[in-house]
């Protein structure tokens, strides 16, 4: 049985070619009008309108927000700026005090020393008596004659070798400053010996002093009452006395 043809005949593919001419014909007239339309283009128009400023109104909400938490943390920032200086204040005042108070301690430490001296570079001997042994050396050596009651108390400190010469030091606290002032005035007479008299000095300004004496602008220095003088040579040859009280009067010569 022969099969039947499926070739299209000319006059239908021309019917469906000038369908689809009409239909393309219709959709461009009718989308020319619409665009004509002064209704279409308000509408859309308005509709686009809305479109960006809904858009607007949320991007200036976001911003609002943000700018308000700026603010407050700006707020926070300057609050937390002015607790750090007055900590910082704080601090400042308390080391300065600490400092003060370190100064204050050490001078009456110092203070409650105004009658002792030390003595090194004599020799310990056996069954030893200091008290006799820093009233002889006073007379024989300074011309310094006192009584028993003159001197308070007197005894070895520190460790053998301090002075240098393997001997410990000794020392001796005066019944009264008025002797103490003799001895350390008279204290010049033991220059070349082996003997050497020095004011009883607290463990700083020991510290003080040894800072002091290396000093290059230091010519000489020396203690009254515990307190210490430096000479002092300027950048123009010129010498002064200077006291020493803390270390940053050291820095600052």
């Not at 938490?69 to 700006?74: G, I, S, T």
């Not at 220059?191 to 000095?201: A, H």
Request: aromatic residues 2%; contains cysteine; hydrophobic residues 35%.
């Amino acid at each position: 049985m022969a099969s039947r043809s499926t070739r299209k005949t000319p006059a239908v593919t021309r019917q469906r070619k000038d369908s689809v001419n009409r239909d393309e014909t219709v959709s461009t007239l009718v989308t020319d009008g619409l665009l004509k339309s002064d209704e279409l283009r308000e509408l859309i128009h308005q509709t686009v309108t809305n479109a960006i400023e809904t858009k607007l109104e949320r991007l200036i909400d976001r911003l609002d927000t943000q700018e308000a938490r700026l603010f407050e943390l700006e707020q926070q920032l300057e609050h937390k700026e002015q607790e750090i200086r007055y900590l910082a204040g704080q601090v400042q005042g308390a080391c300065g005090n600490v400092a003060e108070q370190k100064i204050v301690l050490n001078d009456l430490e110092q203070y409650s020393r105004r009658t002792n001296i030390r003595i090194s570079g004599i020799a310990a001997t056996p069954e030893e008596r200091t008290d006799e042994t820093v009233r002889k050396l006073l007379d024989e050596k300074l011309g310094i004659t006192i009584a028993e009651e003159a001197i308070d108390r007197s005894h070895r400190v520190g460790k053998p070798g301090q002075d240098g010469r393997g001997h410990r030091a000794i020392l001796v606290k005066f019944a009264s400053t008025r002797t103490k002032v003799a001895v350390m005035k008279a204290r010049r007479q033991l220059k070349g010996t082996s003997v050497v008299i020095r004011e009883d000095l607290t463990a700083e300004n020991m510290k003080l002093l040894s800072r002091t004496r290396r000093h290059e602008k230091v010519k000489s220095c020396w203690t009254i009452d515990g307190r210490i003088i430096a000479m002092v040579t300027d950048t123009n040859g010129i010498e002064r006395k200077v006291n020493i009280r803390r270390h940053r009067d050291i820095d600052h010569l």
